[in-house]
């Protein structure tokens, strides 16, 4: 079967089927998924569960795996690959975990607007979110359009922003939330990155590349640029360029971390809530600007 495409939200993200992500992806199963992620760059698919090894298969189709969060959190997990990251309240011995438990901290970092993995080079490409234990209310996902977010920018504002650049530091969402602990090794494996502020979508479109992970711009003081940063993230994230989304069991969510977005949604602590996320990098990236 080939892919169909439902879209999902006026501006981007479509649901998408007609292909078994559990089986290997011929190579024209994954040109079409990357022409309809350059279009809609959030894809839903429903009810089809994957194992972890499944997941890392197809995730692989789409180029090599990142997995440098996984080594700054340091602690083991319940993963086999070095490369499936653990996107769950849940510990090493299968329970639930306590509030004050360390992975809380960087869990509720995820309810902050962010593109995975913006403070490093490579950045990521994709990420494919599979959920495999959703709790009874609470814990959607949000997608913004960075794309749509920079066409919507008015000329004085593009023109003000135009050549600026930002630097991206992992810890500094878990810094804004109070998450302290992190020794120096760990504050200095990922040093920062920094990025345009306007950038271009290999498909041609411009994005603004903002987020939390962004904690100041070149050249400008730390209160100007963050104010700065501060404007452009609420712009970004008008619901009118928010796609939500309500999981269930067997969804999985890729979305291209180039154009949009993300956030995870309050749910309550002590309901299990599991997902499972693979990334890929962005190859694109490594040269700076
Ligand atoms: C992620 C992430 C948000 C959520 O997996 O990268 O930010 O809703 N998740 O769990
Ligand atoms: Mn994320």
Known sequence: MALALTPLHPLFAAQASGIDLSQPLSAADVRAIDAAMDQYAVLVWRDQPLSEDQQV???????????????????PDRYRHEATIDISNVGIDGQVIDRAHAKTASNIANQLWHSDASFQ???????????????????DTEFCDLRAAYDALDTSTRQRIAGLQSEHYVLHSRMLLGDTHYNDAQKQMLPPVTWPLVRQHPAGRNVLWVGVHATHILG??????????LDLLEHATQREFVYRHRWC???????????????????????????????TEDPDSVVAA
């Open 57 to 75: 298969t197809m995730a692989q189709s789409f180029g090599t795996l990142d997995s440098a969060l996984k080594r700054l959190r340091g602690a």
């Open 220 to 229: 400008k003081t730390i209160p100007e640029g963050r104010m700065l940063l």
């Open 249 to 279: 069991v067997g969804d999985t969510v890729m979305w291209d971390n180039r154009a949009t977005l993300h956030r995870g949604r309050h749910f309550d602590l002590s309901q299990r809530r599991e997902l499972r996320r693979t990334t």
């Open 121 to 139: 080079r490579p950045a990521a490409k994709y990420s494919m979110l599979h959920a495999v234990v959703c709790p009874a209310e609470g814990g």
